[in-house]
Each structure stands twice: as structure tokens, then as C-alpha cells.
């Protein structure tokens, strides 16, 4: 499939995309969503990569947001149904991923664009980086995760903070909360995710995933994390890279996963 409103690159096993609508701050629109929605599905059975980077084109925004003049015109229904479809086509779809997601934050990630970053496992920012989700002052609230996924990340009442003032965060604070875990000049931000994406290349992709799935069960309703992770764990001792992983260690060498 061809993409409009994405540049995607894949490199050495990873894919590097870009969110792209420059003139409008990379804004999430439907077709935009629909895009990434194709592009996860088919990164999921892509043995070719093993970690994917998801940053905004250009150098000052990651995503302002959902697109506001799409939606601007919908009714109650309009509205449920546009949060329901993007939760579970797109957000549910990367934070479920079973290979690890990074957000590079470029620049603006607010809204819907702060919440695509909260749906990605890991997420590391430039200085120059504002996020927030200013939907209360648009008279609607969060629609895409954000009030779960913050909260769990950064707190009750940091999450709330934000959610009621429409503030801004920068980068120094967000990595002070723990909504980043690094902040690097504009100019390294890719190279920094590389070097992240590297690292956890080293490790197995088969413990990875369960490994993100088991933290994910804690966060879901009716799931029980402590039991998903047991199961996994007996699982990886059934996969040849646990044999490969703990072979490597007794002979003294590095795994080759
Ligand atoms: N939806 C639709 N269009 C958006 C957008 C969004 N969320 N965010 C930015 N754009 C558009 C602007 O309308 C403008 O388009 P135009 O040139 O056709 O008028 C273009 O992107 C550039 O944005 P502009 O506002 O001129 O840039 P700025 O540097 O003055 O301000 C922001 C940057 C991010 C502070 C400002 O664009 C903004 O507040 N955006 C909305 C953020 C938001 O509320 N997001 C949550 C949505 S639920």
C-alpha cells in the first residue's frame, strides 16, 4: 500500500515513519488514521523489522493534534463513534504491538498527537518538544486514550493538572514526570532513537513481545497481569531464542537473536 500522510522508511530492521501533513502540523485526519492503522497491520507480519520509530515530518511538530476541522461539524454519535474507531484501529493497534514502538517527539504532541506518543512503549523528546492535551478547551475532552494513558504514566494528578489547564509541558518537565526518558538537541533526535532501537535489538524479539504484552495485561480491564505474565514466562522456555539466550551466557558469548 502507498501512503499520502506517511513516510516510511525501513532500515537494518527498523521502520522509520513519519507522520506527514506538513501544512497542517502533521494533524491526525481520518485518512491519516486509516493509513496507520494498514501500515501497523502489515509491520506486525513483517519479519524484515523488529523495532518501529514513529516521529512527525519537519521540525515543529510531531502532531497538533486530531484534525479540528474534520470533526468540527459531528454530533454526539459522530463523536463516539470517531473515538471508538481510532482506539481500536490505531491506538489499541500500537500500544498491543507486539514489536517495541518509539515516539521521537520533534516538536508540538498535543491532543490526539500527545496521545498517538502515549500509545507508543517508549517515548524520548527534543528540546524544543510541547506536549499537552488542550481538548477541554475545544469544549470536547480526550477521545483517544489520553485520559487513561497519562494518568497511568505520570499520575492521577499530574494527568488531571494537564487535562483541566490545557497547559503545555515541556521537555525538562516531561521527562521530570516521566512522560519522556530522554531529552536530546533536535539534530540527535533520530540518532538517539536509533541508538535506543539498537539496544533493544541486542535482546530477544520473542521475550520482548511477551514481555510488553504482560505489562499491558496490568492495564487492562479484567486482565490479570501477574497470571499473563507467568504464562509467558513459561512460554519463552518453549522458544529456540531462550535457548539461544541462555546458551549464549553459559559459553560466553553474546546471544544471536
Ligand atoms: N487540526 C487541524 N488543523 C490544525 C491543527 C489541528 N489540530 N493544528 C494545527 N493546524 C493547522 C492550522 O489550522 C494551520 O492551518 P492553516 O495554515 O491552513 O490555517 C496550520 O496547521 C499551522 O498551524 P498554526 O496554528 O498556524 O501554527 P502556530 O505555530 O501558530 O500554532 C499550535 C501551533 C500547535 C499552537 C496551534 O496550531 C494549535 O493550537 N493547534 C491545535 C492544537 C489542539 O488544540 N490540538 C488538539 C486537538 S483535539
Known sequence: MTFEHLLVEKQDKIAWVSLHRPKKLNALNAALLEELHHLFQGLAQD????????????????????????????????????????????????????KPVIAAINGFALGGGLELALSCHIRIASKNARMGLPETSLGVIPGYGGTQRLAQLIGRGRATDLILTCRMMGAEEALQVGLVTQVVAQEELLASAAILADKIMQNSSNALGHALAAIDAGYQEGADGFEQEIKAFGQCFGHPEFKEGTQAFLEKRKANF
Open 47 to 98: 519479519s524484515e523489522i523488529r523495532v518501529i520509530v514513529l516521529t512527525g515530518s519537519g521540525e515543529k511538530a510531531f502532531v497538533a493534534g486530531a484534525d479540528i476541522a474534520e470533526f468540527a461539524l459531528f454530533d454526539a454519535q459522530q463523536g463516539e463513534a470517531l473515538s471508538r474507531k481510532g482506539q481500536e484501529k490505531v491506538f489499541d493497534l500500537i500500544a498491543q504491538s507486539s
